[in-house]
């Protein structure tokens, strides 16, 4: 596609219930990351992938936190078991090479949980 | 870890004016960008500048790398400069991770 898709756009999640939150970077794309950003607060690095390799996970708040891009293109992050704390903007960005020099950003998944 | 320091935190101009919005960091970047988020939430790269001046029409950014710090200059503003302004900059030397400020929210009235 011409950017990067996100979806669902926004998802009100109960309490302890599972959420996926899908990522369709731009075609060609080498590496993808994900972003957290809660309200009026700048985004936080979650994690990033090169391809299909998952480089760095660091920023993952918990375990609760899973992300997968297993055919190197379209990128899936779940979280587990929902708190409200959990509740943000998700951000997914790609760029065409190994690096952040110019990078890509989606509209973001907007996660409530109550 | 790199800590990223933006001022002002909020700014209002009336259409037309010019401003100048700062990053400090607080060690030395290989990466610095600025950034604009519009009001439906998507962020949008405007520079890649870890040193030097860049002018992308009404916009321009100067970074001083030796002195830590980076600024944007918005001239002749325009009611869709509305939004919040981020810098980022690279993370312990990483090429992937970056650390961005808790951004410049601008709000342009005409």
């Known amino acids: 596609g011409a950017g990067v898709s996100q979806s669902p756009r926004y998802k009100v999640a109960k309490r302890g219930q599972d959420v996926a939150l899908r990522c369709d970077p731009i075609?060609?794309?080498?590496?993808l990351f994900w972003y957290q950003q809660a309200l009026g607060q700048g985004p936080e690095f979650l994690t990033y992938f090169q391809n299909e390799a998952q480089l760095d996970k660091s920023g993952l708040p918990s375990d609760r936190f899973f992300a997968e891009r297993p055919e190197g293109s379209v990128s899936t992050l779940k979280i587990q078991r929902t708190q409200q704390e959990d509740s943000a903007v998700y951000l997914c960005?790609?760029?065409?090479?190994?690096?952040?020099?110019?990078?890509?950003f989606g509209e973001g998944s907007w996660l409530t949980v109550v | 870890g790199i800590q990223v320091e933006q001022s002002p935190p909020d700014l209002i101009l009336q259409e037309g004016a010019n401003s100048t919005l700062r990053c400090n960091f607080s060690d030395s970047v290989n990466n610095l960008q600025w950034f604009h988020q519009n009001p439906w939430g998507q962020l949008i790269n405007l520079f890649y500048i870890p040193s030097g001046t860049k002018q992308n029409g009404r916009l321009s950014a100067t970074t001083v790398a030796t002195e830590r710090y980076s600024l944007l200059y918005i001239s002749s503003s325009q009611t869709t400069d509305s939004g919040v302004y981020f810098c980022?900059?690279?993370?312990?030397?990483?090429?992937?991770?970056?650390?961005f400020g808790k951004g410049t929210l601008l709000t342009v009235n005409p």
């Open positions: 960005a790609s760029s065409q090479g190994p690096g952040v020099h110019t990078i890509y």
């Open positions: 075609s060609g794309h080498v590496s």
């Open positions: 980022a900059v690279d993370s312990g030397g990483s090429n992937y991770k970056l650390t």
